[in-house]
Antibody, heavy 120, light 111 residues
Framework: QITLKESGPTLVKPTQTLTLTCTFS??????????VGWIRQPPGGALEWLAL???????RYSPSLKSRLTITKDTSKNQVVLSMTNVDPVDTATYYC????????????WGQGTLVTVSS | QSALTQPASVSESPGQSIIISCTGT?????????VSWYQQHPGKAPKLMIY???KRPSGVSNRFSGSKSDNTASLTISGLQAEDEADYYC???????????FGGGTKLTVL
């Protein structure tokens, strides 16, 4: 059974860097074809894909946020970390991490999400 | 503004069928068969309902089906039940640009 859980600060000040961790079980990021992505959802808003990292360290970023995002993995800890620099109140959202594979370009298992508020 | 266009809301009576559309471009929906659909109940994480345009993950009811024509994908829900009331999001992989896009979401109300 695949499970994922997001963790990180609930409140971040504008201009600061937000760092979120996705801790997962039930799969390994060293397995060929496996990936973990980040998706966010502002309150009352739509889903927005942010970034993804594959087992081979291939990284993909949303073009509109690429300059502010960094995604990394720690295979030994079963963790994926997303960093977002220079946050703004518009970055207030629930952040989800999710599992995917190259077999299908969709996200088949999701974490419960973590709400991050950007406010001074 | 989301990359894929969905109707903001749809409604139908129990037992009936509903179709939710998702319109993109030749760079995403029309350019590959990697369209997926997610169901999200209030306060919950999204759940994958359809992948690769028309495939259902194990455990998803066969009342849910997907299709695609040109740049528009569709999710059909037949025999509507109260538990189907939720938000539905489409998503597509963009091969040429190597990233994903989501639709703005559709709120389904089962009257």
């Amino acid at each position: 059974q695949i499970t994922l859980k997001e963790s990180g600060p609930t409140l971040v000040k504008p201009t600061q860097t937000l760092t979120l961790t996705c801790t997962f079980s039930g799969f390994s990021l060293s397995t060929s074809g496996v990936g973990v992505g980040w998706i966010r959802q502002p309150p009352g808003g739509a889903l927005e894909w942010l970034a993804l990292i594959y087992w081979d360290d291939d990284k993909r970023y949303s073009p509109s946020l690429k300059s502010r995002l960094t995604i990394t993995k720690d295979t030994s800890k079963n963790q994926v970390v997303l960093s977002m620099t220079n946050v703004d109140p518009v970055d207030t959202a629930t952040y989800y991490c999710a599992h995917t594979t190259l077999l299908w370009f969709s996200f088949d298992s999701w974490g419960q999400g973590t709400l991050v508020t950007v406010s001074s | 503004q989301s990359a894929l266009t969905q109707p903001a809301s749809v409604s139908e009576s129990p037992g009936q069928s509903i179709i939710i559309s998702c319109t993109g471009t030749s760079s995403d929906v029309g350019g590959n068969d990697y369209v997926s659909w997610y169901q999200q109940h209030p306060g919950k994480a999204p759940k994958l309902m359809i992948y690769d345009v028309s495939k259902r993950p194990s455990g998803v009811s066969n009342r849910f089906s997907g299709s695609k024509s040109d740049n528009t994908a569709s999710l059909t829900i037949s025999g509507l039940q109260a538990e189907d009331e939720a938000d539905y999001y489409c998503s597509s992989y963009t091969i040429s640009r190597t990233f994903w896009v989501f639709g703005g979401g559709t709120k389904l109300t089962v009257l």
